[in-house]
């Protein structure tokens, strides 16, 4: 099982300003299977990234990901009020599909 | 649009038994993978279980391995999660997930059931 390290735990920035999320691996990932998901209070995860780079359906492009190998990162270019959530990467190339423990993105 | 309808969340006593479905509708269901995904009270996500579009292959945590069994029912569109002797670090929400068509990221998920294991 491949295990996923987030950090920081969590990050405290104003709107306006840029966010940068890691995600590490234990083990080597395939650049196709990396996946971030944000989630806001009381709602479902919904897809942002997904192929480490690829932006999901909708997703604005202020958000991009990158990274290859064991480290991967999230960045917001500029945060909007929105974006205030908490962000999860999972890799989805080798069963099972394990999440990182997250990164809550606060004001 | 896609939609993901859960129903069948609730309280059970450790050791029993529960099933979830999740009614799917506006995409190709059995094109898809689909899996089910969990986040305790407070906590993060843990992927529980998926399955192939064709219901031919399962795949498991090993923390539900043996316990909990993933099935489909392509003719009704329809996700199943059969969970046996339950225990109480399973209290989770459970959501049911759509698969993307390049891989197993979760592109549409449903709005989550809470399942409580307590006695």
């Known amino acids: 099982e491949i295990v996923l390290t987030q950090s920081p735990g969590t990050l405290s920035l104003s709107p306006g300003e840029r966010a940068t999320l890691s995600c590490r691996a234990s083990?080597?990932?395939?650049?196709?299977?990396l996946a971030w998901y944000q989630q806001k209070p009381g709602q479902a995860p919904s897809l942002l990234i997904y192929?480490?780079?690829r932006r999901a359906t909708g997703i604005p492009d202020r958000f991009s990901g990158s990274g290859s190998g064991t480290d991967f990162s999230l960045t917001i270019r500029r945060l909007e009020p929105e974006d205030f959530a908490v962000y999860y990467c999972?890799?989805?190339?080798?069963?099972?599909?394990?999440f990182g423990p997250g990164t809550k993105v606060e004001i | 649009e896609v939609q993901l309808f859960q129903s069948g969340g609730g309280f059970v006593q450790p050791g029993g038994s529960l099933r979830l479905s999740c009614a799917a509708s506006?995409?190709?269901?059995?094109?898809?993978?689909m899996t089910w995904v969990r986040q305790a009270p407070g906590k993060g996500l843990e992927w529980v279980a998926g399955?192939?579009?064709?219901?031919?292959?399962?795949y498991y945590a090993d923390s539900v391995k043996g316990r909990f069994t993933i099935s489909r029912d392509n003719s009704r569109g329809t996700l199943f999660l059969q969970m046996s002797s339950l225990r109480a670090n399973d209290t989770a929400v459970y959501y049911c997930?759509?698969?993307?068509?390049?891989?197993?990221?979760?592109?549409?998920w449903g709005h989550g059931t809470m399942v409580i294991v307590s006695s």
């Open positions: 997930t759509k698969t993307g068509g390049t891989g197993w990221q979760l592109d549409s």
């Open positions: 506006g995409f190709n269901f059995n094109g898809y993978g």
């Open positions: 399955i192939l579009g064709s219901g031919r292959r399962t």
């Open positions: 083990r080597s990932v395939s650049s196709a299977s």
């Open positions: 192929s480490a780079s």
């Open positions: 999972q890799e989805y190339g080798t069963s099972p599909f394990t």
